[in-house]
């Protein structure tokens, strides 16, 4: 089983609308948790890191639920700027890093 | 701030020859990563250092894959003989400590022909 798991896509969705994507994880050890996106043909970049209680930052949302193992991120009111890969992050006592696949979001005019 | 700086963006070579990656981590950064992405297999970690010394290299394909951090501000991922299996875009990245969040430079986008 991976580590991290994410469903891929495509999400096509229009302006506005409000979108979420999961990421799970399969070790319960598992410490801190980021939301990276990736631009087409660009490097990946810190969109906003997870906390316990979930957090805000604008349009944004991200949770995180320990009991079920996942991490989530809202997307409210999306921007065509919005369009990119969104990829999870997990990482775990004894330096481990793991990076999920990426889901795809295309937000159509 | 500089970011994380990598050398060539792009490389373009023939398959047997060898071929050398370079990346300069943010000052301060104790951990440095390499990935290799590809469409097929997403972002593939293969070898991360901190404080210069390799931590975990499982992610190396290869022993035609080595790694090197000779000091904290320079680290080289040689491929030698390449292949062209080996084409994809290989980042390098640093972050503070375990933590927290990693920093991405640009890239190389490798195409070994």
Known sequence: RKEVEQDPGPFNVPEGATVAFNCTYSNSASQSFFWYRQDCRKEPKLLMSVYSSGNEDGRFTAQLNRASQYISLLIRDSKLSDSATYLCVVTRTGNQFYFGTGTSLTVIP | ?113
């Open chain 2, 1 to 113: 701030d500089a970011g994380v700086i990598q050398s060539p963006r792009h490389e373009v070579t023939e398959m047997g020859q060898e071929v050398t990656l370079r990346c300069k981590p943010i000052s301060g950064h104790d951990y440095l990563f390499w990935y290799r992405q590809t469409m097929m297999r997403g972002l593939e970690l293969l070898i991360y250092f901190n404080n210069n010394v390799p931590i975990d290299d499982s992610g190396m394909p290869e022993d035609r894959f080595s790694a090197k951090m000779p000091n904290a501000s320079f680290s080289t991922l040689k491929i030698q003989p390449s292949e062209p299996r080996d084409s994809a875009v290989y980042f390098c990245a640093s972050s503070p400590n375990r933590d927290q969040p990693q920093h991405f430079g640009d890239g190389t986008r490798l195409s070994i022909l």
